[in-house]
T-cell receptor, first 111, second 117 residues
Framework: SQQGEEDPQALSIQEGENATMNCSYKTSINNLQWYRQNSGRGLVHLIL?????REKHSGRLRVTLDTSKKSSSLLITASRAADTASYFC???????????FGKGITLSVRP | GAGVSQSPRYKVAKRGQDVALRCDPISGHVSLFWYQQALGQGPEFLTYFQNEAQLDKSGLPSDRFFAERPEGSVSTLKIQRTQQEDSAVYLC???????????????FGPGTRLTVT
């Protein structure tokens, strides 16, 4: 079963614009992670935010976490064509070490 | 190598055949995970090893699926009597460590695309 639900399912923007992707989850978490997957490739870790953190930055990435709403958002600023990929949120919960992924968001950045 | 490697990258099997998928994790990584990713979906957890111990196999869909990591490094996922619904990309990931408060990210391999005809 998949805990994370991302929205929108697909997003198309112009290069230079910002992209905002949202993720909701159902149960308490230890941390939430965002991954990127280019077509036909494995996943690449982007950023991790712990349950006691509210916001984190890494380069052009900004992630927020609202545990009261069980939601997170990923903002990519000044998007580039190379950002075109599928983005997944994944949660780490309880005593489990496994990640539970959402279905993903397909981001297309038009040059 | 610098990253997680998987072989083969592509596998076509006839229904009923057995297949073995290999994962070479990053050297020194204690934890190893297998995920199954169906087309257009996110990865779904299959099983998890800490060193050679299989600590969680709750995601294995049936007893036709078996995974091992006998020396705590390379892992093999075996699927017996493959069925069409087994067609998916099988992803392996490794992590330096893990635990309740761990923040260690998982490093993924490129995956093995299995097609059962």
């Amino acid at each position: 079963s998949q805990q994370g639900e991302e929205d929108p399912q697909a997003l198309s923007i112009q290069e230079g614009e910002n992209a905002t992707m949202n993720c909701s989850y159902k149960t308490s978490i230890n941390n939430l992670q965002w991954y990127r997957q280019n077509s036909g490739r494995g996943l690449v870790h982007l950023i991790l935010i712990r349950s006691n953190e509210r916001e984190k930055h890494s380069g052009r990435l900004r992630v927020t976490l609202d545990t009261s709403k069980k939601s997170s958002s990923l903002l990519i600023t000044a998007s580039r064509a190379a950002d075109t990929a599928s983005y997944f949120c994944a949660t780490l919960t309880g005593a489990n070490s496994k990640l539970t992924f959402g279905k993903g968001i397909t981001l297309s950045v038009r040059p | 190598g610098a990253g997680v490697s998987q072989s083969p990258r592509y596998k076509v099997a006839k229904r009923g055949q057995d297949v073995a998928l290999r994962c070479d994790p990053i050297s020194g990584h204690v934890s190893l995970f297998w995920y199954q990713q169906a087309l257009g979906q996110g990865p779904e957890f299959l099983t998890y090893f800490q060193n050679e111990a299989q600590l969680d196999k709750s995601g294995l869909p049936s007893d036709r699926f078996f995974a091992e990591r006998p020396e705590g490094s390379v892992s093999t996922l075996k699927i017996q009597r493959t069925q069409q619904e087994d067609s998916a990309v099988y992803l392996c990931a490794s992590s330096f460590s893990t635990g309740l408060l761990s923040s260690y990210e998982q490093y993924f391999g490129p995956g093995t695309r299995l097609t059962v005809t």
